[in-house]
């Protein structure tokens, strides 16, 4: 099934493919992290990339057998909002550099409630797959260890909403100042013309959202 879908001054086709493709299209890709397949979900805030990693996590589960592939949230990296870029090395250091080498990995996730690092370690193990959903997930550094590259997108109004309607009002500030940065990281990364796949991440065509995704094109 195909829809129009309007794009900054462009109109784009949207086009309606299963989870379960993409899954086994992910595992029949070559590992370019170590032996791991690091699938970056990428995109704005509030554009639908946490639903997008979870329901193609649960087709991967489904394709290897059960094994579901661990999923890293970029925002469980962020030393608060000022982190909005620089958490790389974080991630690098702790998940990216254990797998390239064979070996399990592990972080501390941030609490936005007590503004600092939690104490336990979440484990990272080195599986086939591995999901890494988050603004700047697909940055330029990752490109060449990245099996799959999404962008998911949606209108600014529509993300800013989402977003005030889970965290409530007075984020507003900060988030404004969040969006203002991941324009200007986008538009200078280039991100959205070199991934894999744009996702429409406000279908209005019907469909069912876990088991199918509009692809733009």
Known sequence: MRRAAAG???????IVEAYA????????????LG?????????????????FAAHL???LAVAQGGDRPPVVHTDDLLDGWDDQLTFWARLETRVLA????????????YSWVRRSFLPDAVAVPAAPVLIV??????RAAARPELTLAVFVTAPAELRLARAVARDGPAILPELRRWHAGEAVHFAADATA??????????P??????ARYYLRLS
């Open 35 to 51: 032996g791991t397949r690091m699938v970056a979900v990428d995109g704005p805030s509030g554009a639908g990339k946490s639903r």
């Open 21 to 32: 493709e993409l899954a086994r299209r992910v595992l029949a890709g070559r590992p370019r």
């Open 57 to 59: 996590a649960d087709a």
């Open 193 to 202: 013309e070199h991934v894999d796949l744009v996702v429409d991440g406000a």
């Open 204 to 209: 209005e065509l019907p469909h069912d959202r």
């Open 133 to 138: 959903e988050g603004v700047s997930a697909a």
């Open 98 to 109: 254990p797998l390239r080498a064979g070996r399990a990995g592990a972080y501390h996730r």
């Open 8 to 14: 900054v001054g462009v109109t784009r086709v949207a």
